[in-house]
């Protein structure tokens, strides 16, 4: 099984935070389309004709792109692509940037599931972050999703905002549960120095981004979550039973996934290759010139810390056996013997075969991976 991406690089205007590739200008729409269903139809070797159970829009802002090209490029897709007849399609969008039309259209395309980018329903911790909608345009979408009757739906917030106190980040929670809504992601903000965001703090326009208060955010987010019946399945990622995120599943299960546009990643098991972050080039080449793709060829060590990376972050974790059966017994022996520390200091827990963080551990997956890479 397989996913696919599709990266759209247009914006309205560039978050504050965000470090994706992505541009404030909706030109060139016509002509990225056209490069993107001639790259859609130049990759099809590359996941070797498996059955295809994940499409992924995002970006930028997939819901700036007119309902006619998404319906081109899944046209395109279906086409070429071994699409499995239950496949969940995702898509992207801005509470600015879609109406109660719009949302009909797009399950009329057969789009099953929306992502939206609320990050957090308090308008100054909105304008903190840069964002163009306001609270009224967020509550306005979740009404309208719900009256298009969009069962699978996930909402995204930021935790950890300057301007974010303790008792707004719970009654962020408390409006997000109220929703019923099946599935949430959850980020700490974090501060890239290329960023406006990062720029700001360094010029002390904007207050910088506090590791405690966002520690404090995350055990109140994890707790809660728990409370009202969610899986904590990811770091950042959070379901009731059912309802989790099948595209994002396929990368922390080492699965193949095929990305198209600007700057999409994708992944084989055999190799790991991204397109270039420039969109002229991009349409220059129209999708067809491997001069937009870099490639690397992993090597077992490679995939050993892929492995390791991707499924620590997960409430299933690193199972030993799968180690030694795919990468060897030396890579099996290096992963028992740097763990122990952490299974003593209770941040990682053991289940038979299968080894994985505790909340507490979470907070330290990046640093606790590293230590286990080979």
């Not at 560039?14 to 404030?24: E, G, I, P, Q, R």
């Not at 498996?50 to 802002?61: M, N, P």
């Amino acid at each position: 099984m397989a996913g696919i991406y599709i990266h759209i690089p247009f914006c309205k205007s560039k978050c504050a935070y965000c470090n994706f590739f992505s541009l404030a200008s909706e030109k060139s729409m016509n002509n990225f389309v056209e490069a993107l269903l001639n790259e859609i139809d130049c990759r099809k070797d590359y996941i070797d004709n498996e059955e295809v159970k994940t499409i992924y829009f995002g970006g930028g802002t997939p819901s700036l792109l007119p309902v006619c090209f998404i319906d081109k490029i899944l046209n395109k897709i279906n086409k070429i692509y071994n699409i499995s007849p239950k496949a969940e399609i995702s898509l992207e969008v801005n509470p600015d940037t879609v109406n109660r039309e719009r949302l009909m259209d797009y399950k009329t395309l057969g789009i099953n599931r929306i992502s939206v980018g609320i990050q957090s329903f308090f308008d100054d911790d909105l304008e903190y972050l840069s964002r163009k909608h306001d609270s009224k345009h967020a509550l306005q979408l979740i009404d309208d999703l719900k009256a298009v009757g969009f069962e699978k739906l996930t909402l995204d917030l930021i935790y950890g905002i300057p301007t974010q106190t303790e008792e707004k980040w719970n009654k962020n929670l408390d409006i997000f549960f109220s929703t019923g809504i099946t599935h949430l992601s959850a980020y700490a903000l974090t501060v890239e120095p290329k960023t406006i965001l990062g720029q700001k703090i360094k010029n002390g326009v904007l207050k910088n981004v506090s590791e405690e208060d966002a520690v404090n955010h995350y055990r109140i987010l994890v707790r809660r979550a728990k409370e009202e019946g969610f899986e904590h399945y990811e770091i950042s990622n959070f379901a009731k039973p059912s309802y989790r995120s099948q595209h994002n599943s396929i990368y922390w299960n080492d699965e193949p996934y095929l990305g198209f546009g600007p700057s999409a990643h994708s992944y084989n098991g055999v190799s790991r290759q991204w397109n270039i972050s420039n969109l002229s080039q991009y349409i220059n080449y129209m999708g067809m010139s491997d001069e937009i793709v870099e490639k690397e060829i992993l090597s077992i060590e490679d995939k050993y810390n892929e492995y390791v990376m991707t499924s620590l972050r997960t409430s299933w974790g690193c199972n030993v056996d799968r180690i030694s059966e795919k990468y060897g017994d030396k890579y099996s022996r290096h992963f028992m013997k740097n763990i122990q520390g952490y299974l003593e200091s209770d941040k990682m827990l053991q289940d038979d075969k299968r080894y994985f963080l505790t909340d507490e551990g979470m907070l330290f997956a990046d640093g606790i991976a590293a230590d286990l890479f080979f």
